[in-house]
């Protein structure tokens, strides 16, 4: 970067223009010696003409800016196992500041699009994607840092305007009789002559089809319910007859929703061990 008027930026970028004039001299034949005293009259005038605080030095980022940054490295190309770390937990999110958060949006932005073009491309190669899970921590990352992220914009709102500044949403019924949370948007069009969006937002629900299908689409929740309620007994039940001094309060802790002091004079429980 240069910084000083227009005069002196002129009068380097002629200077980088003449170095590399006699380097193409070089290339075209011209002898050592010859290049070396051209090189050392440049250097001097770039020393006389621009002092140092009129320039700074060149970064140079990396020269791998091609299609190969959506890949992963090569050296990770057919190993069945690549050794990764953990995904980002929300305590350790809200210690960092809003610009490390919106850099490490990107850089896991970048990672989900490598890996899932890695996964296509295992895919069409009729590979095995190695690691698959490293997607799943990579989205759970994503998820916990703009959770994070709507939690300091809510409590920064609350704090200035007493709102929270999301968007508004209330909970409405499909034409299916759903219920579901519809977030409200802004058009240019008003709502009262907005007649597209009447045609692609059709809430509330009515007839005797839609009736008969709620009726048995709460059935069919209430029949998994009840499944998964024998289902948990039942297990509870054949840990007590398989394990008689086993950990009550462990069990109470994986399946809170079973009566435990009930199952235990089941039969399923009892076992065929008649106590002395």
């Avoid at 930026?9 to 002898?31: P, S």
């Avoid at 800016?65 to 999110?93: A, C, T």
């Avoid at 959770?147 to 929270?164: D, F, P, Q, W």
Wanted: charged share 30%; glycine share 4%.
């Amino acid at each position: 970067m240069l910084v000083g008027n227009n005069r002196q930026q002129k009068g380097v970028f002629l200077l980088v223009i003449d170095f590399w004039h006699i380097k193409l001299e070089c290339w075209l034949g011209a002898t050592k010696d010859e290049f070396n005293q051209k090189k050392k009259r440049v250097s001097k005038n770039i020393r006389c003409s621009t002092p140092t605080l009129h320039c700074a030095f060149i970064h140079l980022t990396s020269e791998r800016r091609d299609l190969m940054e959506f890949f992963d490295d090569p050296k990770n190309w057919g190993k069945n196992e690549i050794r990764v770390g953990r995904s980002w937990k929300k305590d350790e999110l809200r210690l960092k500041s809003n610009s490390d958060l919106h850099k490490l949006w990107f850089v896991l932005l970048k990672e989900r699009n490598m890996l899932m073009t890695m996964e296509e491309a295992c895919k069409s190669a009729n590979e095995i994607f190695p690691n698959p899970e490293r997607l799943d921590k990579v989205q759970d990352s994503m998820s916990n840092l703009e959770s994070i992220v709507r939690e300091r914009n809510r409590a920064y709102h609350l704090l200035e305007t007493g709102e929270t500044g999301e968007r508004p949403g209330k909970f409405v019924y499909n034409c299916l009789g759903i219920r579901f949370y519809y977030q409200m948007g802004q058009y240019p069009v008003p709502k009262f002559i907005n007649t597209r969006w009447y045609k692609t937002h059709l809430f509330g629900y009515n007839g005797y089809a839609t009736h008969k299908f709620l009726r048995l689409y709460r059935e069919q929740l209430w029949n998994k319910k009840r499944k998964s309620r024998t289902r948990n007994k039942n297990r509870v039940a054949m840990l007590i007859r398989k394990f008689p001094n086993l950990d009550l309060e462990a069990v109470k802790e994986q399946f809170p929703d079973v009566d435990i002091e009930k199952v235990k004079t089941s039969k399923r429980a009892r076992g065929h061990i008649v106590p002395v």
